[in-house]
């Protein structure tokens, strides 16, 4: 039974150039989790998504970031014109519904994104 | 809003002995869930343990233990028999029951070393 994947594990870009990262959510969960982790940080909400629907993206940058669920395939989180200041571990979990037990989320193992 | 204050940066405990990690957090909602995770030197996040807000018994998976104490808005977390393995990052997280998202809120962790 996978776990929740993310790919790739380390990403290097320069600024400027666009960075896609891909989550696949565990068997059976249909919901998606994106976080971001910045040095010395905790983790904070990014934004929220089910199959081909973004239900809370309050936690996104304005500009830049944007993020998908399609019917099939990956979650991706897609950051344009990637700054410095992105550099962070980004996140993603997964949660099989909204209610009990099924609420809880777990994580995979992120994507560490460095930007020179 | 919700805030989640985790107030010990750092802690140590020798193996084998009993260690206890503070967390308290904020909300006027009545039904939520808060949850242990722990980030080892891999980075992963794993869940150590959950608690549902309308339980009035605390969780307990194996020799972790909550302390849940809703009126004080309070849940510590005991690791009873410390292992080396258990050496990482602690962060308590809180997320409320109902509504249309599901997100995590973060503390800023607490780093916990075991000692041999």
């Known amino acids: 039974n996978a776990g929740v994947m993310q790919n790739p594990r380390h990403l290097v870009r320069r600024r400027g150039q666009e960075a896609r990262l891909r989550c696949s959510p565990m068997k059976g969960h249909s919901h998606v989790y994106w976080y971001r982790q910045l040095p010395e940080e905790g983790l904070k909400f990014m934004v929220y998504l089910q199959k081909e629907n973004i239900i809370d993206e309050s936690g996104m940058p304005k500009e830049r970031f944007s993020a998908e669920f399609p019917k099939e395939g990956p979650s991706i989180l897609r950051i344009q014109q990637v700054v410095r200041g992105d550099s962070a571990a980004y996140f993603c979990a997964s949660s099989r519904g909204l209610a009990g037990e099924q609420e809880t989320q777990y994580f995979g193992p992120g994507t560490r994104l460095l930007v020179l | 809003a919700q805030t989640v204050t985790q107030s010990q940066p750092e802690m140590s405990v020798q193996e084998a002995e009993t260690v206890t990690l503070s967390c308290t957090y904020d909300?006027?909602?009545?039904?939520?869930?808060l949850f242990w995770y722990k980030q080892p030197p891999s980075r992963q996040m794993i869940l150590v343990i959950r608690q549902e807000a309308y339980k009035q018994q605390n969780a307990t998976e194996n020799r972790f233990s909550v302390n849940f104490q809703k009126a004080a808005k309070s849940f510590s977390l005991k690791i009873s028999d410390s292992q080396l393995g258990d050496t990482a990052m602690y962060f308590c997280?809180?997320?409320?029951?109902?509504?249309?998202?599901?997100?995590?809120?973060f503390g800023t962790g607490t780093l916990l070393a075991v000692q041999p």
């Open positions: 909300t006027s909602e009545n039904n939520y869930y």
């Open positions: 997280a809180f997320m409320k029951h109902g509504g249309a998202t599901n997100k995590l809120i």
